[in-house]
């Protein structure tokens, strides 16, 4: 491609990236203290995701690939692996935000969810995916906690939500309820801050303690139906999901190829013998980018069993690379305050990612056939 075919928004890129590479070091040192209370015009914390996420948004670049008529997520997924190779604290609140988006693309404009969603894509808004137990119920693995109880003109929600990031004062989380006793099943939108959403203390991380990360209690949150999202579950999941795991397989590229390249550039004298270990990782990058690019423009597409399977070999690829650079580097890898080990302590992340290494094998070691929910759209309990 040259440069006068290479789309608009990569104008931005040099800017973008300066940004992102310039706060790395100050985002690994960071601890973000999530808030129960209402965001207010001007609240700023730029060792959090909502710097960023503003940045994007008033250069368009969170709307990539999420446009009317957008079928695939080749664009979107170009920047987080160009922002993940700089850091992935960065790489993976923008990530969490831009699924929201995804999650609400077919909100009609003129409602309470539509309008969050321009202002998600322009990034006055900050979202939240809490969905990693509406991934596990659909995989048929355990039923999602939070239940929601039917109330005058909306649902009453009670539970816990294990894990979400982007958890600054006012954000919007997106979450999966089971309705009751019964089969049925809601996606609802929260915020930050309304009662009953309880955020809990963030605990200190091995990396990536910027994303404002941390459990949520849910007691009596009020949803009303203007903000129930489906009652669909499986129907949801199952759009989404291909675009999530890609977006995912992007951020471990990127991750991946930093690392190579920094390797690369260290690899001398006796450190020779790391050759073979290197070529082997830079075939196997260039052999799940290409696949990864190929999924990229039709997700809806693409074969689930091998983008899960794409998903997993990019994290065990980013594994390997950020352990090969960290060798490399010798003594230096080991010193906290260097990039080599922060790119070691990141990619120590992904084996606990939703989805979780165990749960991506575990699907992987089931029938090729998908669960009864894939198939029918049926909640289990």
Do not use: K
Request: proline share 7%; with cysteine.
């Amino acid at each position: 491609m040259t440069e006068a075919e290479a789309p608009a928004w990569r104008r931005h890129l040099p800017d973008v990236l300066a940004h992102v590479a310039g706060r790395a070091a100050t985002l690994d040192q960071s601890v973000h203290q999530p808030q129960d209370r209402p965001v207010h015009p001007g609240d700023d914390d730029p060792t959090g995701p909502r710097d960023l996420l503003r940045r994007l948004g008033q250069r368009n670049l969170l709307s990539l690939d999420a446009e009317p008529g957008d079928t695939g997520v080749a664009e979107v997924a170009c920047l987080i692996e160009l922002i993940a190779a700089e850091c992935l604290s960065s790489a993976f609140s923008f990530w969490a935000h831009r699924m929201v988006i995804e999650y609400l693309r077919e909100s009609g404009r003129d409602t309470p969810l539509g309008r969050l969603r321009a202002g998600l894509a322009a990034g006055t808004e900050v979202g939240s995916t809490a969905m990693a137990a509406a991934l596990q119920e659909m995989a048929g693995m355990r039923p999602v906690p939070v239940v929601a109880t039917p109330h005058a003109g909306g649902y009453r929600l009670d539970g816990p939500i294990r894990w979400a990031s982007n958890l600054t004062p006012g954000a919007a989380v997106v979450l999966p309820a089971r309705v009751g006793d019964g089969g049925g099943r809601i996606v609802a939108v929260v915020r930050v801050g309304d009662p009953g959403v309880v955020v809990a203390p963030p605990q200190r991380l091995l990396a990536l303690n910027a994303t404002a990360s941390s459990s949520i209690t849910l007691t009596g949150a009020q949803v009303d139906a203007g903000h129930v999202l489906t009652d669909d579950l499986a129907a949801l999941v199952r759009r989404v999901r291909p675009v999530l795991l890609l977006l995912q397989t992007a951020f471990c590229l990127g991750l991946a190829g930093r690392a190579l390249d920094e390797a690369r550039g260290l690899i001398q004298g006796e450190g020779t013998v790391l050759v073979p270990d290197l070529e082997e990782a830079t075939t196997r990058l260039a052999q799940a980018a290409e696949q990864a690019r190929r999924a990229q423009h039709a997700p809806a597409a693409a074969d689930p069993r091998e983008i899960t399977r794409l998903r997993y070999d990019a994290a065990q690829l980013t594994l390997a690379a950020t352990r090969l650079e960290a060798t490399a580097s010798g003594g230096r890898g080991y010193a906290t305050d260097t990039p080599a080990n922060r790119r070691l302590r990141e990619a120590a992340f992904l084996p606990v990612q939703s989805p979780s290494e165990t749960q991506l094998r575990w699907e992987l070691s089931q029938p090729a056939t998908p669960p009864a929910g894939w198939a029918t759209g049926a909640a289990r309990t």
